[in-house]
């Protein structure tokens, strides 16, 4: 177990410095004319425009650059300053307010998939080929064939229209309400954003509880179990779900961290201010720092996502090995 988790570690480590190194090293090919605004570029003479370059370090050349960034992150965690986006400000408090942002949708709409995807497959599978799993099967395939942007302007009409519910974010619009005592507040123009954010994980859960849970109603074990006079409903929820539940079980910690980072379609669609329109907007005005976080952010999510879903499995089901005699996985 030890050694496993080291040996993962170091190369989820390796992995996340990669990355981070390759997109470093291709946004430092960008023609340098990025750096500067459309005033600057028609007021500075070629000398300004190089004296600006060689003061923020873009003249030296790219893996002195990269060795410089990581000396600087290693050391003082310091991931630069943004150049374009909010001008001279810190990195780290850029991303600071977007980030929770994303993680509280990101987060109650995957809570929300789970609450419904994973009964609604298992409701598929016990009363397989009925009226509820004809439903089930067909709403997953209408999320799974229909454009992510055609799905969601249903929502949005729907919700608008008819629910009255807003079709765009505002830190405005809030609900409280008062729980074991506490104040909270709720934004309720969230509401859209989190259903549509949940659509397409929702159909995933359904359709991968669905089939696991049939290929272990048709094993022998559970043949031998109703032979044995267990009922169905028995027999479901003592055998079939843990065994079930357990390949999902390894993905559940990746999706949970990697929602924390939200939807890049679904906050441009209904204008949140997340970490998704920070990403595109960094990337279009030439803010490589501002990039360079986001992405390694990203990366170290879906890593860690990864790891804590293998540790999840062997502690669900013990009989789980995760290394092999020879030492692989």
Not at 65 to 71: M, V
Request: hydrophobic letters at 50%; one cysteine or more; proline letters at 4%.
């Amino acid at each position: 177990m030890i050694r496993y988790s080291v040996k993962r570690l170091l190369q989820s480590l390796l992995t996340i410095f990669l990355i981070v190194s390759a997109v470093f090293l291709l946004m430092r090919l960008m023609p340098t004319d990025y750096f500067f605004t459309e005033d600057e570029l028609m007021k500075f003479t070629e000398e300004m425009k190089n004296g600006r370059l060689e003061a923020a370090g873009l003249l030296d050349p790219p893996f002195v650059q990269l060795g410089r960034f990581w000396k600087n992150l290693i050391t003082k965690g310091d991931l630069g300053i943004s150049r374009r986006i909010q001008t001279g400000k810190p990195v780290v408090d850029v991303i600071g307010g977007k980030f929770g942002i994303s993680m509280q949708i990101g987060l109650i709409s995957l809570c929300l998939s789970l609450l419904v995807g994973v009964p609604c497959g298992i409701l598929q599978a016990r009363y397989k080929a009925g009226i509820f799993d004809t439903i089930g099967t067909g709403f997953t395939i209408f999320i799974n064939a229909v454009p992510h942007l055609v799905s969601y302007s249903l929502i949005m009409i729907f919700g608008a229209r008819l629910l009255g519910l807003p079709s765009l974010y505002s830190t405005r619009l809030a609900w409280k309400f008062t729980l074991f005592g506490s104040q909270f507040k709720f934004n309720y123009s969230m509401i859209l954003p989190i259903v549509c954010l949940s659509l397409a994980s929702t159909a995933s859960y359904m359709m991968w509880m669905r089939r696991y849970m049939v290929d272990e109603l048709n094993k022998e074990y559970i043949r031998l179990a109703k032979l044995k006079g267990l009922s169905t409903t028995k027999v479901m929820f003592r055998h079939v779900m843990k065994n079930a539940f357990l390949p999902l079980a390894q993905y559940l910690p990746y999706s949970i961290l990697l929602t924390v980072g939200g939807s890049l379609l679904v906050e441009r669609f209904y204008s949140v201010p997340g970490l998704g329109p920070l990403l595109t907007d960094s990337i279009n005005r030439y803010d490589t720092n501002v990039v360079q976080a986001i992405v390694m952010l990203y990366a170290s999510l879906g890593i860690v996502g990864l790891f804590l879903g293998d540790l999840l499995m062997m502690l669900i089901d013990p009989r789980i090995k995760l290394i092999g005699k020879e030492g692989a996985r």
